[in-house]
C-alpha cells in the first residue's frame, strides 16, 4: 500500500524548495504527498499571508506535478489547529492499515517534545525528520541536542522505504540530494526590498504575489524581479 506523506507548514510563501522537498520524497518513497498549509494563528502578525492565499499559493505551485495535492483540512478546523488532532483525523478517514507519514524538517524534530501531545502522533502515523544535506540527524546527534525526543524515538528508527510496512509507529530520517538555497523569511525580505526573488517560486505564485500585492511587494520592472 503506498505511502500517505503529509507535509505540514505555513508555506508563506511555498517557494521551490519546498516543492523539491515534496517531490523527493514522492520519488524516493513511492509516495503520495499532501502538502498541509497551518491554519491562520490567533495572533494577527504571525503569517504574512493569510490562509486562503497561502492555500491558493500552494495550488499553483503543485499543478500538474503526479503525486502532490493540497491538504485544506486545518483551515477549515475552528480553535487551535495541533497536529495530533490532524492526524486522528485522518487515521479515522483513512482507516487503520494505511501507512500514514508526517514529514517534519530537522529543526522541528529537535524540537518535537514541545509539540501538544507529541508522543501521541505515533499511535496515527510514522515521523519523517528531511534533512539538508551535510546535516546531521544520527541518533548520536539527536541524543546530544534532544535528549526527550531520542528517548522516543530511538526505538522506532527504521530506514525510510520500511515505514510502508507498517501504519503508524515508526521513525526515519529522510537526507535531501541537494542543497536548496530558499528560506520563506529571506523570500519574504527579498519581495518587500525589491531584490531579484521571482527565481525562488514557480511562476504562477511569482505572479500570484504580484497581482495580490503580497508581502509589500514593490512595482519594479520585471528585470529587476
Partial sequence: MALQVYYGGTFDPVHCGHVAVARAVRDGLDAQVQLVPAADPPHKDATHADAIARARMLDLAVAGEPGLKVDRRELRREGPSYTVDTLRELRAELGPDTPIVW?????????????????????????????????????????????????????????????????????????????????????????????????????????YIVRHGLYAVRDVTPASL
Fill in 103 to 207: 514529514m517534519v524538517g530537522g529543526d522541528s524534530l529537535l524540537q518535537l517534545h514541545r509539540w501538544h501531545r507529541w508522543q501521541e502522533l505515533f499511535q496515527f502515523a510514522h515521523v519523517l525528520a528531511v534533512a539538508r544535506p551535510g546535516s546531521h540527524l544520527d541518533m548520536a546527534t539527536i541524543a546530544e541536542q534532544s535528549p526527550p525526543v531520542h528517548a522516543e524515538v530511538a526505538a522506532r528508527w527504521r530506514p525510510p522505504r520500511d515505514l510502508s510496512q507498517a501504519p503508524a509507529g515508526g521513525f526515519a530520517a529522510f537526507e535531501l540530494p541537494l542543497q536548496r538555497p530558499e528560506s520563506s523569511t529571506e523570500l519574504r525580505r527579498r519581495i518587500a526590498a525589491g531584490e531579484a526573488w521571482r527565481d525562488w517560486v514557480p511562476a504562477a505564485v511569482a505572479e
